[in-house]
């Protein structure tokens, strides 16, 4: 399972405060704390109206300070993106591209002949699909162009596009639906998420997004993005890596739990 950690995003009231204020500590203990939670990238979104580049600078040069851990570029910008990947120190991902204008153009380039991995939104400039059927056609899409700038597969991570369950007249039927028919066609493509996007506007979000997780797991979403501090919602993940024969002799499981990353305070 690939962990994307999002608690650096200036649009968290705490985090926008930081930034306006300048707060290197701050930031420098979420990039450790989500680190040492076992993230496999730090996502960096400034969230700002000015300034976003150089923003965006500073946050990623003060979270490689204290990390290792790749960054996750993150901006709706696509050219925020590709200016920014020149700040980090060792590729990433970039978060992200869609069929929406000349996002593509602008990033693949960019990316084709690196490591960079990038996560893809099934969008494109008439806004979100509201089936299973066209947003695969928008994957399509995203596919065909990934093709011609000879960008494999296991370096994308496409966004199904988590809407709130509130709102959603058959639950999550088709987004699994779209999940499974993207891993069908594409096995070492990444499938990811924000998780907390499923539970908008409900009480007790905490249940609801675990619920999603095992769910969206199951179905073969491989790449979270989430808080990684959250131990109840790391633990079920976890858990359900395990119950589906992803993780050999629950080592993966017992290990995180030794590391303290869910389960009790140690």
């Known amino acids: 399972m690939i962990i994307i950690g999002e608690k650096i995003n200036g649009s968290i009231p705490s ?78 991902l970039v978060n992200s591209v869609s069929m929406e204008g000349d996002k593509i ?31 695969l056609e928008v994957f399509a899409e995203i596919m065909k162009r990934a093709k011609e700038y000879n960008i494999d597969p296991s370096r994308l991570h496409i966004d199904p596009l988590v809407e709130m369950l509130c709102t959603s007249e058959d639950g999550i039927n088709m987004i699994v639906e779209v999940i499974r028919e993207i891993k069908r066609q594409y096995p070492t493509i990444h499938v990811t998420g924000a998780i907390s996007n ?35 919602l790391m633990g079920m993940i976890y858990a359900t890596e395990a119950l589906l024969g992803r993780d050999e002799y629950c080592m993966e499981y017992i290990g995180a739990y030794r590391r303290g990353l869910f389960g009790k305070k140690k």
């Open 105 to 135: 153009d602008v990033v693949f380039p960019v990316i084709a002949d690196t490591e960079w991995e990038c996560a893809a939104l099934l969008c494109d400039d008439t806004g979100i699909p509201k089936s299973a059927e066209k947003r």
């Open 15 to 92: 985090v926008g405060k930081a930034i306006a204020a300048k707060d290197e500590d701050f930031i420098k203990n979420l990039a450790i704390a989500q680190s040492e939670a076992g993230v496999d990238y730090i996502d960096v979104c400034a969230s700002v109206e000015e300034g976003e580049l150089e923003t965006m600078e500073w946050l990623i040069n003060l979270v490689q300070e204290v990390t290792d851990t790749p960054i996750a570029v993150d901006s709706p910008s696509a050219r925020v993106c590709a200016e920014a990947l020149k700040f980090c120190k060792r590729p990433g």
């Open 198 to 232: 499923i539970s908008f506007n409900l009480p007790e979000r905490r249940l609801v997004n675990q619920a999603f997780a095992v769910l969206a797991i199951d179905a073969g979403m491989d790449s979270l993005i989430l808080d990684p501090l959250n131990k109840d």
